[in-house]
C-alpha cells in the first residue's frame, strides 16, 4: 500500500472550498485513495461529507494512501495539493 503523509496547507483547513478541489482531485485521479488524521480512521478521499467530517486543520497532518495500481503518482499530485495548498485544482491533478 502507498502512503503519503502531509501537512494541510490550507489556513482554515479541509472545510468548503478547500474540501471541494480535494475531492475533485481525488476523484480525477482514477483510483481509490483514502484520507486520514494522522493515527485516524481513514475514509474515502473522494466523498465530500467524510473528508468534511476529518475536520482537518491547517497545518495538521493528514495521511493519504491507497493500494492500487498507478497509486503512487496519484498519491504525489494530492500531496502537492494539499501542501500547497491550492486555490485551484491544477490541469495534472
Same mark, same amino acid.
Given at each position: 500500500?502507498? /502512503? $503519503? $503523509?502531509?501537512?494541510? @496547507?490550507?489556513? /482554515?483547513? &479541509?472545510?468548503? $472550498? %478547500?474540501?471541494?478541489?480535494?475531492? $475533485?482531485?481525488?476523484? =480525477?485521479? @482514477?483510483? %481509490? ?6 493515527? *485516524?480512521? %481513514? ?8 473528508? &468534511? @467530517?476529518? *475536520?482537518?486543520? *491547517? @497545518? /495538521? /497532518?493528514?495521511?493519504?494512501?491507497? =493500494?492500487?495500481? *498507478?497509486?503512487?503518482?496519484? &498519491? ?13 485544482? %491544477?490541469?495534472?491533478?
Amino acid at each position: 500500500m502507498a /502512503e $503519503r $503523509r502531509v501537512n494541510v @496547507g490550507w489556513a /482554515e483547513g &479541509l472545510h468548503a $472550498r %478547500p474540501a471541494s478541489i480535494f475531492v $475533485r482531485a481525488a476523484t =480525477a485521479s @482514477g483510483v %481509490p485513495v483514502t484520507i486520514a488524521k494522522a493515527d *485516524g480512521t %481513514p475514509v474515502n478521499a473522494a466523498s465530500m461529507l467524510a473528508v &468534511l @467530517g476529518l *475536520g482537518a486543520q *491547517g @497545518g /495538521e /497532518e493528514i495521511v493519504l494512501s491507497s =493500494a492500487a495500481e *498507478g497509486a503512487d503518482v496519484a &498519491l504525489d499530485r494530492l500531496a502537492k495539493l494539499v501542501a500547497d495548498g491550492l486555490d485551484e485544482l %491544477p490541469e495534472t491533478v
